[in-house]
């Protein structure tokens, strides 16, 4: 794979590239999409995605099209890969030839069934934010030279720091959203203790033990048995003062 564009999207634009996307996904889908059109040479096929590995979340990939997802649940399947080790070990992993590499014994068999040639994973700079790589599959063997290679790290590198940004953005909504959870939770529960408390002329630790134990007996979490008492009771769902 030669003769590729000296250079990619400056940091500035990838920032702006960020700014430009609702969400984390598809600022990964575009920056893909664009890798895969740099990257690609004439007669050839370059598929790209990205593996995001977060502490308490499920590894997200964003892909160029989907192929190239389909390729990244290959190594799903096998729980090990040469993007996955990519990432979780923050080393560039290169394989040149899927049929003759024996390091990930059943993925290369997979991914060589899959039309898979040749492989490269490439980690981001996240500053421990989370673990991420590019992964960048082709149809032929031997496609990645030493100046392919260097340049899909110069492209990764520019794209860490908007990256890393998008991962910290992403974990403020995640914490919002479990912190609205926790309220929404905890509003039901209240407002059931009181329910209980009204009917049965008990303390609130009372009437929380009671639904603790019914919550034991129906084998229901306790913040649903208490959802499902206040909607019985109120004709509707509790709602807390936060809500929009």
């Known amino acids: 794979m030669t003769d590729r564009p000296a250079g990619g999207p400056a940091p500035s634009v990838m920032h702006e590239l960020l700014l430009d996307s609702p969400d984390m996904t598809a600022f990964l889908t575009e920056f893909t999409q664009k890798m895969a059109t740099t990257l690609a040479t004439d007669g050839e096929e370059v598929w790209c995605a990205v593996t995001l590995l977060r502490p308490r979340r499920s590894a997200t990939v ?91 790290q110069r492209e990764v590198a520019l794209a860490s720091s908007a990256l890393r940004l998008a991962v910290r953005l992403a974990g403020h909504r995640d914490t919002e959203a479990d912190l609205q959870a926790a309220m929404a939770s905890r509003t039901a529960i209240d407002l059931a203790a009181g329910i209980i408390m009204g009917q049965n002329r008990c303390t609130q630790r009372e009437a929380v033990e009671i639904l603790k134990t019914a919550s034991s007996h129906r084998n229901v979490k306790l913040r649903e048995l208490a959802a499902e008492l206040v909607a019985t009771v109120s004709k509707g769902p509790a709602s807390t003062h936060f809500e929009n």
């Open 62 to 152: 964003a892909s160029s099209n989907d192929r190239a997802a389909a390729l990244d649940e290959i190594q799903y399947v096998y729980g090990d890969g040469p993007c996955l080790t990519a990432a979780r070990e923050h080393t560039v992993v290169h394989v040149p030839d899927v049929a003759t590499d024996d390091r990930w014994p059943g993925y290369t068999d997979a991914a060589a069934a899959a039309g898979v040639a040749s492989v490269l994973g490439v980690p981001f700079e996240l500053n421990g934010e989370a673990r991420a790589a590019l992964n960048i599959y082709a149809d032929q063997p031997h496609s990645y030279d030493q100046d392919a290679i260097e340049a899909a």
